[in-house]
């Protein structure tokens, strides 16, 4: 069966802009037109949800330069993009502490989110400012401030970002590292994992197509026989 949502770590920018001796922006700037793909060809394959972690929590250790360069090209990009994105039937939206970004990036997240609220082809989901252990805490605090002294499991769900996305049924991460890196941590429990060398940059539709292939031979067992 194909995956219904998708998730991507996105990784290897870097090192494709160094192995060519170009600034490592250069390298995020061809990863963050190839997510523009991602989301075309996951469309095309019938996913319904794919998650694409743009930003971590533990990002902004990086120089503060390649730190604004990765939110300038964002919001640059999709009001370039934003009218195909509309034309396309994409849902987006976003994941993570978003209301702690900049206020201008923040708006204009919502403002994506708004303008494409009513597309039902494909969500796509940003995953900024995210981390899995800080939305596990948020969920924690806000439900406690709500008063709520009692949780299971679906009842702590509805307390994460994005409580009506279903759970990932692959993660894909690029680069060759094998680590989640605070990668949706709830979400992921029996999420099916699938590691490859390539670069982001480099990632082509085969190497998706071959990942979901890889995806519908496992069985998945979900600890049952
Ligand atoms: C992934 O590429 C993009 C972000 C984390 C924003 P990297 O920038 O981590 O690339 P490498 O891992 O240094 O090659
Ligand atoms: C994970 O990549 C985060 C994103 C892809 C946005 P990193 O490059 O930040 O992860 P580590 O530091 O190698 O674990
Ligand atoms: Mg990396």
Redesign the pocket.
């Known amino acids: 069966m194909k995956p219904i949502h998708v998730g991507?770590?996105?990784?290897?920018?870097?090192r494709w802009a160094q192995k060519r001796g170009l600034p490592r922006v250069e390298g995020h700037r061809r990863g963050a037109l190839k997510a523009e793909k991602v989301v075309e060809w996951a469309a095309e394959f019938g996913i319904k949800y794919i998650t694409l972690?743009?930003?971590?929590t533990?990002?902004w250790k990086?120089p503060k330069e390649e730190v604004e360069y990765l939110f300038s090209l964002l919001v640059k990009l999709l009001r370039q993009k934003l009218r195909k994105i509309l034309e396309r039937g994409v849902r987006l939206r976003f994941t993570g502490a978003i209301d702690e970004l900049p206020s201008s990036v923040a708006d204009f997240c919502r403002e994506c989110e708004e303008k494409t609220k009513h597309n039902n082809v494909i969500q796509a989901i940003l995953?900024l400012n995210?981390g899995g252990r800080r939305e596990i805490i948020d969920a924690f605090n806000k439900a406690v401030k709500q008063g709520v002294t009692h949780f299971n499991e679906e009842l702590f769900r509805d307390w994460l970002y994005l409580p009506d996305v279903p759970d990932p049924d692959l993660v894909i991460?690029t680069?060759g590292?094998m680590?989640?890196?605070?990668?949706l941590l709830w979400q992921i429990a029996y999420s099916e994992l699938y590691f490859t060398k390539v670069l982001?940059p480099d990632f082509t539709k085969q190497d998706f197509l071959k990942a979901i292939e890889d995806y519908e031979k496992r069985q998945r067992r979900f600890g049952g026989l």
């Open positions: 991507i770590i996105m990784d290897g920018n870097g972690y743009a930003f971590s533990e990002n990086r995953a995210y991460r680069s590292e680590r989640i890196s605070n990668f982001w």
